[in-house]
């Protein structure tokens, strides 16, 4: 059975920092093109950022010098590491997993930023 799930989110002020891991099991997450997503109450689910088989990585513009995605295949863990964050990064996060026409989702972790 596939398992996507995400943790380390939580409150912090305004120009803090979190990192999120996300721990698959039940596939081979060297096979899987790994994404971040952020959902925020009222708005659609936006891509946050991607890091590919071969490690190269892209984000959104909102985001980008900000965050950081990293994958370590050997622990099964792709992290999503946080700096400088804002108030309008105040979202759920999900973790997704891509390989040809299968994907899979995590449930999320909530990340809350105070002004």
């Known amino acids: 059975q596939v398992q996507l799930v995400e943790s380390g989110g939580g409150l912090v002020q305004s120009g803090g920092s979190l990192r999120l891991s996300c721990s698959v099991s039940?596939?081979?997450?060297?096979?899987?093109?790994m994404s971040w997503y952020r959902q925020a109450p009222g708005k659609e689910r936006e891509r946050v950022g991607t890091?590919?088989?071969?490690?190269?990585?892209n984000y959104a513009e909102s985001v980008k010098g900000r965050f950081t995605i990293s994958r370590d295949d050997s622990k099964n863990i792709v992290y999503l590491q946080m700096n400088n964050l804002q108030p309008a990064d105040t979202a759920n996060y999900y973790c997704?997993?891509?390989?040809?026409?299968?994907?899979?989702w995590g449930r999320g972790t909530q990340v809350t930023v105070s002004s």
């Open positions: 039940g596939l081979p997450l060297g096979a899987y093109v």
């Open positions: 997704k997993a891509v390989y040809n026409s299968e994907s899979y």
């Open positions: 890091i590919g088989v071969i490690p190269g990585t």
